[in-house]
């Protein structure tokens, strides 16, 4: 499934707003042709508690094979754990993609388990522990210009951790992207 130059940019733009977009990206068949569907889940939340973490959060009403969420230009510019486990924990799942300032993440996870409360809150630590070298070497996930490699790092870290699940977690830089072929179809 190819995301276009017209579509990436539309979805770039998104990262200027002060809260998170998301949804699922479809792949429509029509006799025209093959077209790709944005399918924008919720932008605002209208009701919200006072936090504006609570405001800037996107929710997915559904998932579907291929899912995508943006983290504005003002937030962390690297996965949650959260975003993570959500690939390694839903069957539906196969590619999640977060756009940010640094380029298009994308997290695939082969095998998928269905964790508990307390398998989540273990993995979220773990998850959390190896996150925080990327926290700590890029201004709290906030800077401009990074070390990819050093990121890869730590990703490389985390997919070791968690090779029984197949995992895989790439991040692909706005200078090298033209088009963007997700890569787990
Ligand atoms: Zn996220």
Redesign the pocket.
């Known amino acids: 499934m190819i995301l276009n130059e017209n579509l990436l940019q539309t979805i770039k733009s998104f990262l200027n707003l002060d809260f ?1 977009v998301c949804g699922s990206i479809k792949d429509h068949e029509s006799s025209s042709g093959n077209k790709i569907i944005l399918e924008i889940h919720s932008q605002y939340k209208e009701k919200v508690k006072d936090e504006d973490v609570e405001k800037s959060h996107c929710y997915h009403l559904s998932y579907s094979k291929y899912i995508f ?3 504005p230009y003002y ?2 510019s690297y ?2 754990a ?2 993570i486990i959500k690939v390694m924990n839903n069957s539906i799942i196969i590619s999640s993609l ?1 756009f940010t300032k640094w380029g298009i993440w994308e997290i695939y996870s082969a095998k998928k388990m269905k964790f508990n409360d307390i398998q989540k809150a273990e993995t979220k630590e773990i998850l959390n522990k190896f996150l925080k070298g990327i926290y700590e070497n890029t201004d709290g996930g906030r800077a401009d210009v990074v070390n990819y490699e050093l990121i890869e790092g730590y990703i490389k870290k985390i997919e070791f951790f968690y090779k029984k699940f197949g995992l895989e977690i790439n991040l692909t830089p706005w200078s090298r992207i033209v088009d963007y072929d997700i890569i787990f179809v």
């Open positions: 998170e969420h943006t983290h937030s962390k996965p949650s959260t975003d977060i």
